[in-house]
């Protein structure tokens, strides 16, 4: 299928299709699609939306022609010829948010849906498409807007009716959609875990099975697994879903005493990875755990090469038999994404940077609020910064225009959409 949007679009559209109509509209018509010299490109179906309704809020024709390279390659040669030219990356979307039929919260869930490789992330992009987290923003917003009367009618009206309006009921207003504001900004973590995938990390000493374990829990052999320690000198990723749930696996050198030099390399890149996970697997006796850092959620033992038998700490798992596996998928699962197998229940969230710097700005703007609400402050102040926390929620929806938002939302998109 070919797009094409824009001022002038049916006239174009005309010079591809001798028999274009642009009525009736959302109708399939079947036509001959042809170049300036009038020779048959293909036959297909076109579709013709009028703006604003449609996607884009433009004019806008669809062209649906036979697949391959060819057939595609030079329609849209001819929709070039004819006066269009290829659209920028993420373009469509682009007008669709500048024309008001998306807001930029919904452009981004766009782009993450198509990126999403697991459920749970088209899932939550779903959530975030059809407005949720929207919602939740233009509902902080009317709040904050109700805050503003409040200070207004206590700045213009000081001795209407009852006088003054409390200091108490204003400062009320102002902690509940503070309150708002820090419930959401703890979706965050959460969230950018589900879109971005999770970072485990199977860590410990040589010989330990992690790359095994590695391969065991993809379904395939991707890291090379010999009977001879320190194998692994590279740190190993893969992208797997465990119940739906992104997990970017690593697989890591073994951590232990070294006089090798591209051993200890590796081992420096296995503690980087490490300090930067999102949860580390420990294997074996967890030996090694002490030259790990932290990570975000934390460590999960497992004594691995359980069909050897043994004793000794942690979840008892064997890529050999399979044994232990799938409870530790639904271990990791349960650490990292605080729930089990099901996901259609997510929560519209903060699902990147951007949201949180825009609801941090927001929180640091109500506790100056705060400030002038106390004792020698100002009620045009107080304003002053509810304003502000005003237009750090419209950045987020694209009620402002932000041209720098725009270009770095909208730089990832692919050039088709």
Not at 258 to 275: K, N, V, W, Y
Not at 374 to 393: D, I, T, W
Request: a negative charge.
């Amino acid at each position: 299928m070919i797009r094409l949007s824009g001022a002038g679009a049916f006239e174009i559209a005309a010079r591809v299709i001798p028999t274009f109509r642009a009525d009736p509209p959302r109708t399939a018509h079947y036509a001959a699609f042809r170049d300036a010299s009038g020779a048959l490109l293909d036959r297909g179906i076109y579709l013709v939306f009028p703006g604003p309704r449609s996607e884009t809020g433009e004019d806008v024709v669809e062209f649906q022609c036979h697949g391959g390279l060819s057939v595609p390659a030079r329609l849209v040669a001819a929709i070039e010829a004819a006066g269009a030219r290829p659209a920028h990356p993420g373009e469509f979307t682009r007008r669709a948010v500048t024309n008001g039929k998306l807001d930029l919260l919904q452009a981004e869930a766009l782009g993450d849906l198509i990126d999403a490789e697991a459920p749970a992330q088209a899932a939550a992009a779903l959530t975030q498409l059809e407005g949720g987290l929207s919602r939740r923003i233009g509902e902080l917003r009317a709040a904050l807007i109700e805050l503003l009367a409040l200070l207004a009618y206590d700045v213009d009206f000081p001795e209407e009716d009852d006088g003054p309006v409390s200091r108490d009921r204003i400062e009320a207003a102002r902690a509940a959609v503070a309150a708002g504001v820090e419930r959401l900004l703890g979706t965050a973590p959460l969230a950018e875990r589900v879109r971005r995938g999770a970072l485990v990390v199977l860590a410990g000493p040589p010989n330990a099975g992690k790359s095994s374990l590695f391969n065991a829990l993809l379904g395939r052999e991707r890291a090379l697994v010999t009977e001879v320690a320190g194998t692994t000198r590279d740190a190993i990723e893969a992208h797997v879903d465990f119940h739906g749930w992104p997990i970017r696996l690593v697989d890591t050198a073994g951590l232990g005493e070294t006089s090798d030099r591209i051993e200890a390399l590796g081992q420096e890149m296995s503690r980087r990875f490490a300090d930067g996970a999102d949860l580390v697997v420990v294997c074996d006796d967890g030996s090694a755990g002490g030259r790990l850092g932290d990570s975000a959620i934390g460590r999960l033992v497992v004594r691995t090469k359980a069909d050897l038998g043994g004793e000794g700490e942690g979840l008892p798992v064997s890529a050999l038999t399979g044994e232990g596996l799938p409870e530790l998928k639904r271990a990791i699962v349960e650490r990292l994404f605080q729930r089990g197998a099901g996901f259609a229940d997510l929560e519209p969230a903060l699902t990147r940077e951007r949201h949180r710097e825009a609801l941090t700005g927001a929180r640091e703007a109500l506790a100056r609020t705060a400030e002038q609400l106390g004792p020698g402050g100002e009620s045009v102040l107080a304003a002053h910064h509810v304003q502000e926390a005003v237009r750090a929620l419209d950045s987020l929806v694209g009620s402002v225009d932000v041209e720098e938002v725009l270009d770095r939302v909208f730089s990832s998109f692919c050039v088709g959409k």
